[in-house]
Structures are given as C-alpha cells and as structure tokens.
Nanobody, 123 residues
Framework: QLQLVESGGGLVQPGKSLRLSCAAS????????IGWFRQAPGKEREGVSC???????NYANSVKGRFTISRDNAKNTVYLQMDSLKPEDTAIYYC?????????????????WGQGTQVTVSS
C-alpha cells in the first residue's frame, strides 16, 4: 500500500532549526517527484519545496535560503531542513507525491498526501 509518513515536527524558538522527514512505503521514492506543503490555520495549503528524481529542486520565495530539500534513496526518505525558522513558518507540514515540480509548486499536481506533522515556531 502506497504511503507517505511525515515526522520531525515540534515546537521551536524563532531562529532555530528543524528537519522534517517524509518516509515512503509501498513504492520506490527515488522514481518520483516529492513535494513539501504547509497549511496554517485559516489559510490555504501552499507549496514549500519540491524535488525531482534527478534532485532538481524548487522553493517558495518565502523559504528560499532558509529551507533545503534533499533525498536519501537508500532510506526511501525525503527531508526538509528548515533553518532560521520564523513564527510565520508555523503550520502543519505535509509531503506528497507529484507529477510536476516547478516554481509554482502547485498542489493540484500532487497527491497521495501524508498525514502531516505540526511545526510551531514560538518564543
């Protein structure tokens, strides 16, 4: 059964770091585009970053220079390293499997969503 499971969320102070993991089961993750999305209370789900099977990456402008997406094919896992976190990064973070990884990181191009992991940035 195809499944994506996110982990690594938590409560951190502004300026600190977190690393999120997206572990795949039921399929070989390195053959697919994987995206990270987030949804804050009362807001639409937005694309954060995506990575292709060839490790080409795209980032939302709001996270460029602070977040880094990567993949470990041996562990069938994609990571999102989040540095210099800000209170506005607070959201539930989801990973998903997709068909297009471009600058828009449109959620319509992604499916097979994980259950999400909560990230809270607060002092």
């Amino acid at each position: 059964q195809l499944q994506l499971v996110e982990s690594g969320g938590g409560l951190v102070q502004p300026g600190k770091s977190l690393r999120l993991s997206c572990a795949a089961s039921g399929f070989t993750l390195n053959s697919y585009i994987i995206g990270w999305f987030r949804q804050a209370p009362g807001k639409e789900r937005e694309g954060v970053s995506c990575i292709t099977s060839g490790s080409i990456t795209n980032y939302a402008n709001s996270v460029k220079g602070r977040f880094t997406i990567s993949r470990d094919n041996a562990k069938n896992t994609v990571y999102l390293q989040m540095d210099s976190l800000k209170p506005e990064d607070t959201a539930i973070y989801y990973c998903a499997r997709g068909y297009v990884c471009d600058a828009r990181i449109g959620k319509a191009n992604f499916g097979s969503w994980g259950q999400g992991t909560q990230v809270t940035v607060s002092s």
